[in-house]
């Protein structure tokens, strides 16, 4: 019998940054999402703050909620039940939408700060010293991503989830974990993605 030859795939150092990237960002949008989308109609339905008046008054509207939809959300007294669930109804989908809103704004945010920094090291002149200013400025670029995350989970925190009552983990798993996903991301990036002219099997910046 022949022996059939095994071939192996060695995947370009280009190609494992990419995978990196699509599956590091790609888990820290997925799994919030996967949230608003799985967890909370079960979890947190009808527990939704009130935000389409404000969102009214500012003029802001986000892609797929109509003005219509945001005018459904009013309650008034003596609301038959078909109304108010409706009313509830429209109220949490104008809520995930504006928790989705947030964690997309961090996530492209987050992840423009990451690549601009790999952008400033992919041909440095001098490798050695570069690598010592990349160090620097991933401790600096990792605080600020972190900084970042953390003003726009405040700000979702004081818009609306202080406004929800009897909060549980769940709420602050669903609202706040893509807060937490985001600098992980980065980091991961940032450690195992770094441009192969700082990067090493034994460096700081680990190369793929």
Not at 7 to 17: A, F, G, Q, S
């Amino acid at each position: 019998m022949p022996k059939t030859a095994t071939t192996r795939v060695k995947y370009h150092n280009r190609t494992k940054v990419l995978l990196c990237y699509l599956l590091a960002w790609g888990l820290a949008l997925l799994l919030p999402y996967l949230g608003l989308a799985v967890i909370y109609p079960y979890k947190l339905a009808g527990s939704a703050p009130e935000l389409s008046q404000g969102l009214l008054n500012l003029h802001l509207t986000l892609p797929g909620l109509s003005e219509d939809t945001l005018a459904a959300t009013a309650l008034t007294a003596g609301m038959e039940q078909g109304a108010l669930t409706a009313a509830l109804t429209a109220r949490d989908l104008v809520w995930r939408y504006v928790v989705g809103g947030m964690v997309g704004l961090a996530a492209v945010l987050s992840l423009v700060w990451q690549l601009l920094w790999r952008a400033r090291f992919m041909r440095p002149r001098q490798a050695a010293k570069s690598a010592l200013k990349a160090v620097t400025g991933y401790r600096w670029a990792m605080a600020g991503i972190w900084g970042l995350n953390i003003v726009l989970a405040l700000v979702l925190f004081l818009i609306g989830v202080r406004w929800i009552g009897g909060r549980t983990v769940w709420d602050y798993m669903v609202y706040f974990s893509g807060f937490v996903l985001m600098p992980i991301a980065a980091w991961v990036c940032f450690r195992f993605a770094a441009p192969p002219a700082i990067s090493g099997r034994h460096g700081f910046f680990r190369r793929l």
